[in-house]
């Protein structure tokens, strides 16, 4: 069983629809939860940040955790064409596993004018 | 800033031959860390570093070698390359616990690499 299960999509919708992009984490160790974007032939750069179980917003993206079913989550809202790119989500344990991240596969989003 | 660079963007190999991935960071960074992205495989880590002299192994190190005589560069050695090492390469750095507040890696732009 992999740490870190992602939806690969694609997923295509068109603009201003909200999107849902899920991951699953085997490994109850993880506290830390992020969500990487990726656009295409550049590197990934942190979108969201999560440590523990809650919602976090920042403007039209909501980042959500729910250790007791091990499930995270991130909503885009009033989607626009310039999210298209690949989604990553990453896990992290912390303490002596700092910066050893954990990916999912990606999901990769195609936001239709 | 210049952020994290890496060199060479693209180059084929072929089967056996070796070749080392540059990556210099101009943040201070002292952590360091190299990813493989397959298609639809996500990132994966293959070494990082802590601090110039330390390094330490992570899921998939076979096949490559590190070195971190200084704070700024990270260099990738692949000796005799293979098919399966075919993949995009990217390098990160970030801060230490305690002064990362986001626990933030930043990526550098990749090397695209194919070994035929």
């Known amino acids: 069983q992999k740490e870190v299960e992602q939806d690969p999509g694609p997923l295509s919708v068109p603009e201003g629809a909200i999107v849902s992009l899920n991951c699953t984490y085997s490994?109850?160790?993880?506290?830390?939860f992020m969500w990487y974007r990726q656009y295409s032939r550049k590197g990934p750069e942190l979108l969201m940040y999560?440590?523990?179980?809650g919602n976090k917003e920042d403007g039209r993206f909501t980042a959500q955790v729910d250790k007791s079913s091990k499930y995270i989550s991130l909503f885009i809202r009033d989607s626009q064409p310039s999210d298209s790119a690949t989604y990553l989500c990453?896990?992290?344990?912390?303490?002596?596993?700092?910066?050893?991240?954990?990916f999912g596969q990606g999901t990769i989003l195609t936001v239709h004018p | 800033n210049a952020g994290v660079t890496q060199t060479p963007k693209f180059r084929i190999l072929k089967i056996g031959q070796s070749m080392t991935l540059q990556c210099t960071q101009d943040?201070?960074?002292?952590?360091m860390y190299w990813y493989r992205q397959d298609p639809g495989m996500g990132l994966k880590l293959i070494y990082y570093?802590?601090?110039?002299?330390?390094?330490d192994k992570g899921e998939v190190p076979n096949g490559y070698n590190v070195s971190r005589s200084t704070t700024e560069d990270f260099p990738l050695r692949l000796e005799l390359a293979a098919p399966s090492q075919t993949s995009v390469y990217f390098c990160?750095?970030?801060?230490?616990?305690?002064?990362?507040?986001?626990?933030?890696?930043?990526f550098g732009p990749g090397t695209r690499l194919t070994v035929l």
């Open positions: 943040m201070n960074h002292n952590y």
């Open positions: 570093s802590v601090g110039a002299g330390i390094t």
């Open positions: 999560t440590y523990s179980s």
């Open positions: 990160a750095s970030s801060l230490p616990p305690g002064l990362a507040g986001r626990n933030e890696q930043f």
């Open positions: 490994n109850s160790a993880f506290q830390y």
């Open positions: 990453a896990v992290n344990a912390g303490g002596t596993s700092y910066g050893k991240l954990t």
